[in-house]
């Protein structure tokens, strides 16, 4: 991937879509097939929920076409039950459900850190040192107080990139410096349901021009996210 923006969406299974997107007459069985058809990536957030297995990512490498992307949301076990401590079998063992089961159509692996998990140098360099640095890791924190110096100096010299947010109770500061930009859009001011307008979207097509980006929208609970993505994709092409 070089200095491609892969632009989609962080849920497809929506039936408020239809007619908006998808046909009126669509089942969701044929919902990822026509997704696929303007998108080539998508973020697959049940992994989040539920530990994957080699099985599904085969089923869905196999349900994807040539040239399309998964990025990788890793289980809340790791980044929310047990924040990181303790955990690197399952750590090993995602990372290698993911290279197996997705093969060249893995893209990023995502991290989300939850609200109550704050900045301390410890924290930082436990996160770092347990990272596999051969994949193409995205840490995404909701505590703003994550958004330092510090942070930004390790990550770089260690490949990681630091997820850009658009979230209503933190920066909405789009990084441009890291290995590659990872955005996710959830929506403000209403959560998973505000829709972004023109100038906003403009605003990410030009941080976004001559990079390597992944731009996911994830005000998916509407209409907003897939109409978003739609408009910005035309703004590109």
């Keep these: 991937m070089k200095n491609e923006v892969l632009i989609g969406c962080s849920s497809y299974n929506n039936r408020f879509w239809k007619g908006i997107f998808y046909p009126d007459n669509m089942s969701g069985s044929g919902f990822f097939t026509f997704y696929c058809q303007y998108f080539n990536t998508y973020e697959f957030n049940g992994s989040f ?19 399309f992307i998964f990025s990788v949301k890793a289980p809340k076990e790791i980044t929310h039950i047990r924040k990181f401590n303790d955990c690197e079998n399952l750590l090993s063992e995602f990372y290698n ?31 770092i040192g347990k ?15 994550w958004w330092n110096q510090e942070v930004w100096d390790a990550f770089l010299a260690h ?3 630091f997820c850009s947010v658009s ?32 100038k906003e979207l403009l605003d990410i ?4 021009d001559l990079k390597s980006a992944f731009v996911y929208f994830n005000n998916t609970a509407s209409e907003a996210g897939i ?3 739609l408009e910005l ?5």
């Design 233 to 237: 994709k035309h703004m590109l092409e």
């Design 205 to 208: 097509k030009d941080a976004t």
């Design 159 to 161: 490949n990681i990139t």
């Design 97 to 127: 459900v993911c290279q197996t089961g997705l093969k060249e159509k893995l893209g990023c692996v995502l991290f989300q850190f939850p609200p109550s998990y704050s900045f301390t140098s410890e924290k930082l360099h436990d996160i």
């Design 167 to 198: 979230h209503p109770q933190l920066p909405q500061t789009i990084f441009k410096d890291f290995p590659l930009i990872y955005i996710r859009l959830h929506g403000i001011p209403k959560m998973f349901y505000s829709s972004y307008d023109t």
């Design 131 to 145: 990272l596999d640095l051969n994949f193409k890791n995205v840490i995404e924190f909701r505590h703003q107080s």
């Design 227 to 229: 109409l978003n993505a």
């Design 49 to 67: 929920y539920k530990f994957p297995t080699v099985k599904i990512f085969d089923n869905w490498y196999k349900k994807a076409p040539e040239n």
